[in-house]
């Protein structure tokens, strides 16, 4: 037993035997964990400031519009320069922009404008960290091992996911959300020192033919490949139909906390920490597996519908923080397959660019989402808003089912020939 459990050991946490995606790992564990400090933190202030859940679902709008407007063309800007000191730019910039939210919250009384203009800067920062992330994570570990680093960068972000909300549920009830801002400013340090100490010449190189990409016809190409790349496409359109109407918790749980379960922030967090262990589980599951298959994509979508169907009439916390522990699990099972399937069927010259295309499919129509899910909450309280996202969810999975032809063919799904 002992001897199996090192094996499986060994298999998990297989990516981090590279000594520069240990380091990038390190960081991140603080920074994550500053990060949803900061989120549990925005919203709370928000929804306190206003009393209202479409005011929350105004500060989503802020967070993702940068994605809307710049998601398509940033993945060009990961293809044209080095992935490591971008995301060393971008992080700089997210601590700047964490420092001014602590200082102003802590020093002057906070007016929603304010927060919704940094939000809007804090998603602009981010809209060229994604794909330069990602990208980055591909030349620490190589092509082998990313569908774990990819697992793994989950299970760190979902992990952060439980412990972030809830001590930021506890400070910001305790202490305000000024101190949970200036926890994560200080928390960029790890990630900056760790970037700073990786070693480039064990980086993998990327193979990238001819003439840096240019803004425009560049994401021309990666929009035309996905266009022409069946597989790619479906994966596309899955993450953007799911992630617009069914991912919008950041508006929905605060609203379940305050207004269905008539509780105050620390319920929030508890809420928050129950979808991130769900989602810490799926993560380390699919980093036990260790590839990335249309199967566990399509079954993750699946049950992620079925858990927000689930949860759609629930009135207890007993019962909602397990309905969010199963939507957690199947949401990163989904999500880190769809992650990895996109990386490893797509050459170097045009990662950066298909990523960006990811991540505008995954955030960039989220303002949308987040004002449709604020209105729905508004209308018929988060019951209507879960029912409409777990319903959806089911759908655009029938429908990515049947344009991949059935289940039969799925077994072949993780034979990644680049088509």
């Known amino acids: 037993m002992t001897t199996a459990f090192m094996r499986l050991n060994r298999r998990t946490f297989a990516s981090l035997r590279h000594r520069n995606y240990r380091l990038f790992f390190s960081g991140q564990i603080v920074s994550v964990t500053g990060t949803w400090m900061q989120n549990v933190a925005m919203a709370w202030l928000v929804l306190e400031?206003?009393?209202?859940?479409?005011?929350?679902?105004?500060?989503?709008?802020?967070?993702?519009?940068?994605?809307t407007v710049l998601g398509l063309f940033a993945g060009v800007f990961a293809d044209r320069l080095d992935?490591?000191?971008?995301?060393?730019?971008?992080?700089?910039?997210?601590?700047?922009?964490?420092?001014?939210?602590a200082l102003l919250t802590l020093l002057g009384d906070p007016k929603p404008w304010q927060i919704y203009a940094l939000a809007v800067l804090r998603g602009t920062v981010l809209v060229f960290d994604a794909p330069a992330r990602q990208a980055f994570t591909y030349q620490m570990v190589g092509p082998t091992e990313l569908p774990n680093a990819v697992a793994l960068n989950s299970s760190l972000f979902n992990a952060a996911r439980v412990v972030g909300p809830a001590f930021g549920g506890v400070i910001v009830a305790v202490f305000g959300s000024g101190?949970?801002?200036?926890?994560?400013?200080?928390?960029?340090?790890?990630?900056?020192i760790a970037l700073a100490a990786?070693?480039?010449?064990?980086?993998?190189?990327?193979?990238?033919?001819?003439?840096?990409?240019?803004?425009?016809?560049?994401?021309w190409e990666a929009i035309r490949y996905a266009r022409h790349s069946r597989r790619v496409g479906i994966v596309l359109m899955l993450v953007a139909a799911v992630s617009t109407f069914a991912f919008n918790f950041n508006v929905l749980l605060p609203v379940l906390?305050?207004?269905?379960?008539?509780?105050?922030?620390?319920?929030?967090?508890?809420?928050?920490?129950?979808?991130?262990a769900g989602a810490l589980a799926g993560a380390l599951f699919s980093a036990t597996i260790g590839r990335?298959?249309?199967?566990?994509?399509?079954?993750?979508?699946?049950?992620?519908?079925?858990?927000?169907?689930?949860?759609?009439?629930?009135?207890?916390?007993?019962?909602?923080?397990?309905?969010?522990?199963a939507a957690g699990l199947c949401f990163t099972v989904w999500s880190s397959?769809?992650?990895?399937?996109?990386?490893?069927?797509?050459?170097?010259?045009?990662?950066?660019?298909?990523?960006?295309?990811?991540?505008?499919?995954?955030?960039?129509?989220?303002?949308?989402?987040?004002?449709?899910a604020g209105w729905l909450a508004?209308?018929?309280?988060?019951?209507?808003?879960?029912?409409?996202?777990?319903?959806?969810?089911?759908?655009?999975?029938?429908?990515?089912?049947?344009?991949?032809?059935?289940a039969p063919r799925l077994r072949v799904a993780h034979t990644f020939t680049r088509t």
Not at 198 to 216: H, K, S, T
Not at 352 to 364: C, D, P, S, T
């Open 257 to 276: 906390a305050r207004e269905t379960l008539d509780a105050g922030p620390e319920v929030f967090g508890i809420l928050s920490a129950c979808f991130g």
């Open 292 to 325: 990335a298959s249309f199967r566990l994509l399509l079954l993750g979508t699946a049950g992620f519908g079925l858990s927000e169907l689930l949860l759609a009439p629930v009135q207890t916390l007993p019962l909602a923080a397990v309905s969010l522990f």
């Open 49 to 67: 400031l206003t009393g209202s859940p479409v005011a929350v679902g105004i500060l989503v709008l802020c967070q993702f519009l940068p994605f």
């Open 83 to 101: 992935p490591r000191r971008l995301v060393m730019t971008t992080q700089a910039a997210a601590m700047v922009l964490a420092t001014t939210l």
């Open 337 to 372: 397959n769809a992650n990895s399937t996109l990386q490893l069927r797509v050459p170097d010259a045009i990662r950066g660019r298909v990523l960006g295309l990811y991540f505008y499919a995954f955030l960039g129509l989220q303002p949308v989402g987040g004002l449709v």
């Open 378 to 406: 508004d209308a018929g309280g988060t019951a209507l808003a879960f029912a409409v996202g777990g319903t959806v969810t089911l759908a655009a999975t029938a429908v990515a089912l049947v344009a991949l032809g059935g």
């Open 198 to 219: 990786v070693n480039a010449r064990q980086l993998v190189p990327l193979d990238r033919m001819g003439p840096r990409p240019e803004i425009l016809a560049g994401t």
């Open 179 to 192: 101190l949970c801002f200036a926890f994560n400013a200080v928390s960029f340090l790890a990630v900056l």
